[in-house]
């Protein structure tokens, strides 16, 4: 676990390159507005998940909403997976799609310890939050969508979360370290696998897990 704990932090003069991302956009507002204080998903998306708890529950059972929410939770480490795979790591070699994608992902693996570039920017999150939500409701209906979606976002929300703990902190307990380990792997090693970061059991499942690939060497 050695390992994973020095990966970042190699130098002085390294972990600076690895903090400082340089400015997204010409626009002062427009960078401001890709800088996110960690304490700002929890301020948006902790409220969401009560009252999609309160919704359900004003016609469901505490079990059935927990239910829910767990089935909330399992879509969301799914969509975390896919989406990081898929669109995080989708790469063009030039013009507009290489532009984009440094903005949407690469310029967190250029500056992974940039603090206020580790969650995503409310200009993102809450209208990709509310098209999941739509989307949820179209499909489930009032009955079981704010419940799925209580679990969906309270699932992102602890994405978020985790993401930041591992880049910023030294987990002591087991969990801890094997979630950040894993993370380090994808950023310093090898970034075509380890692409769950609070559910790394998906890597397992579909073969895409630094571990595996260390272990067969």
Request: proline share 7%; no cysteine; aromatic share 12%.
């Amino acid at each position: 676990m050695a390992w994973a704990e020095d990966m970042s932090d190699s130098s002085a003069n390294r972990t600076d390159v690895l903090r400082a991302s340089p400015p997204m956009f010409e626009s002062k507002l427009l960078d401001v507005l890709s800088r996110v204080h960690p304490a700002v998903p929890v301020l948006i998306f902790a409220p969401s998940v009560l009252v999609l708890a309160v919704w359900e529950l004003s016609s469901a059972t505490a079990a059935g909403t927990v239910g829910l929410a767990i089935g909330g939770y399992a879509l969301w480490t799914l969509f975390e997976y896919w989406l990081h795979r898929i669109v995080f790591h989708f790469e063009p070699q030039d013009g507009i799609g290489a532009r984009l994608h440094w903005i949407i992902h690469g310029v967190h693996h250029d500056h992974p310890n940039d603090p206020l570039r580790l969650v995503m920017p409310p200009a993102v999150s809450m209208p990709l939050g509310a098209i999941v939500f739509g989307v949820l409701y179209v499909i489930f209906g009032e009955r079981y969508a704010p419940g799925l979606g209580a679990g969906f976002f309270a699932g992102y929300l602890a994405y978020d979360m985790i993401h930041y703990y591992v880049h910023h902190f030294r987990p002591r307990g087991p969990l801890g370290r094997m979630l950040r380990e894993r993370h380090m792997r994808h950023h310093f090693q090898d970034d075509t696998r380890g692409f769950g970061i609070s559910a790394p059991y998906w890597d397992e499942v579909f073969r895409t897990s630094s571990r595996t690939k260390q272990s067969s060497q």
